[in-house]
């Protein structure tokens, strides 16, 4: 049998099987349900736009008695593009704040907003649990990308994943004994601000013949932090990042956002740092 | 407009628009033609689970666009290439989300297995480079040509040529044990 053969017959099989249940009329009808849902998000937006520009007219007329010149209104609508409207918004714990852009909230423990300052991350973010999600980047061709873990417990050197109390329970603290790992490169925290908090990052990368102590499922790794939901933030030879941490905005608790990379060239995490640097906890 | 004709009326000064109806179809007509191997192109490039959503949302796109899109000369074109980068992008996507699960240790994913022939087939085409695999997808899904598929992907013969034979190439040598296996 040839290849085109076999192509053939697997065509034949994947169309039967697709089309197995495949119901056009019920697809098309729940088509026009999301078209109308976005619709009315869309006039909704509008209507807002309209409210403001009449209110910032009516606030400036009474002011000086004259009509004001144009002026941008306060909030804007979103393109309907599609690209951004109700695929990405009907996700569970995502909102899409209103005339938001890109924007898009997740309501994790603490909520973030990721605001598509670049438009080099995908713009839905993965989110594994209440206190975990990922953001990707595109278009490099490596592995790329940033885990905003919530909860962070900082861990000792050993296989067990045990609370380390010397680490102190600050984000200072805690970025101070983070730059101090036997096992990574010679390394410093350095103060940064993300969405106006105030934050410290540390590079993190593995120190030649550095031993590691712990494994992740099978793989070994120099363990850095844990989180109540399983997630597990380690070091290793081929995944060098930076950790960013800053306190809960909400509570006493430490936000670490890891930007990890599987590429050698470790400059691409500094094209990571702009879309960090913009994170929003509301 | 498509369609719209302007000459000069029967009143002398006076022009008469005359408006044509456009010979365009209307959208339901497309989505109940078209959706089914849609359905399948995406099912070839992403998998069957995430088919329905993956050609929906291509639709859905075109949809929004009708006005422009079913005046283009080959509107499912549009469509098939939609749904192809969309297909490839949701396939990485999940690449991503597997290799995520195993660098948090939550779990180490687990890949599924199947024994027939045409599951492993397509499976072998997802692990193509995505250009490859959604020329391959459709030269086979669709049965279209080289020409037709450049018109597709908006890119050149040239370049779909390559894309074919390296994509051929590679799938001749991991289906090799089955293509000599098969009777």
């Known amino acids: 049998v040839t290849l085109d053969e076999l192509a053939q017959v ?7 099987a697709t089309g197995r249940g495949l119901s056009p009329d019920a697809m098309l009808a729940r088509l026009h349900r999301a078209r109308r849902r976005r619709t009315a998000v869309v006039s909704v937006a509008a209507a807002a736009v309209l409210a403001a520009a009449v209110a910032g007219v009516g606030a400036a007329v009474g002011r000086d008695g004259a009509t004001p010149s144009p002026r941008p209104p306060a909030v804007s609508v979103p393109a309907p593009s599609g690209e951004t409207g109700d695929d990405l918004c009907d996700q569970p714990l995502i909102t899409c704040p209103q005339g ?3 924007s898009v909230r997740v309501a994790l423990i603490d909520p973030v907003e990721l605001n598509g300052v670049t438009t080099n991350f995908e713009a839905l973010p993965k989110i594994f649990s ?3 999600l990922d953001a990707y980047r595109t278009g490099v061709r490596y592995h790329t990308g940033f885990t905003v873990v919530e909860r962070a417990v900082p861990v000792r050197n050993s296989s067990q994943w045990s609370r380390d109390p010397e680490a ?5 603290s805690i970025a101070t004994w983070l730059a101090h790992r036997p096992f990574l490169q010679p390394t410093t925290a350095v103060p940064v601000s993300v969405g106006g908090w105030p934050a410290w990052r540390v590079r993190t990368v593995l120190r030649g013949g550095a031993r590691m102590t712990a494994s992740r499922n099978d793989d070994p790794v120099a363990p850095l932090f844990r989180n109540p939901t399983g997630a597990r933030v380690g070091v290793a030879p081929d995944l060098p990042g930076e950790i960013t941490l800053l306190r809960s ?8 956002i890891w930007s990890w990379t599987t590429s050698p060239q470790t400059s691409v995490l500094a094209d990571s740092r ?5 994170l929003r906890f509301p | 407009m498509a369609g719209e004709a302007v000459r000069p009326g029967a009143v002398e000064g006076v022009a008469t628009v005359v408006v044509q109806l456009a010979a365009t179809e209307t959208f339901e007509g497309f989505y109940r033609r078209e959706l ?3 359905v399948t192109f995406a099912a070839a490039l992403a998998g069957p689970a995430h088919a329905d959503d993956i050609a929906q949302e291509a639709m859905l796109a075109a949809y929004r666009r009708w006005d422009v899109v079913s005046g283009l000369d080959v509107p499912v074109a549009w469509v098939r290439k939609v749904c192809a980068n969309r297909a490839v992008s949701a396939l990485r996507r999940r690449a991503s ?3 995520a699960l195993v660098r948090l240790g939550a779990r180490r994913d687990t890949p599924t297995t199947s024994d027939a022939e045409s599951d492993v087939f397509w499976a072998e085409v997802r692990r193509l480079p995505g250009r490859q695999a959604q020329c391959i997808a459709l030269a086979y899904v669709y049965d279209l040509g080289v020409a037709d598929i450049a018109r597709t992907l908006s890119i050149s013969d040239g370049s779909v040529k390559t894309h074919l034979s390296r994509g051929r190439a590679a799938l001749a040598a991991r289906l090799a044990p089955l293509l000599e296996e098969t009777p």
């Open chain 1, 168 to 172: 102190g329970s600050t984000a200072r």
């Open chain 2, 36 to 38: 089914r191997s849609l």
């Open chain 1, 249 to 256: 905005p909400t509570g006493h608790r430490v936000i670490a």
């Open chain 1, 10 to 16: 697997a065509t034949r099989d994947l169309a039967a």
């Open chain 1, 274 to 278: 702009l879309m960090i640097g913009s």
């Open chain 1, 130 to 132: 209440v206190d975990l």
């Open chain 2, 97 to 99: 989300e597997g290799r």
């Open chain 1, 100 to 102: 938001g852009g890109r």
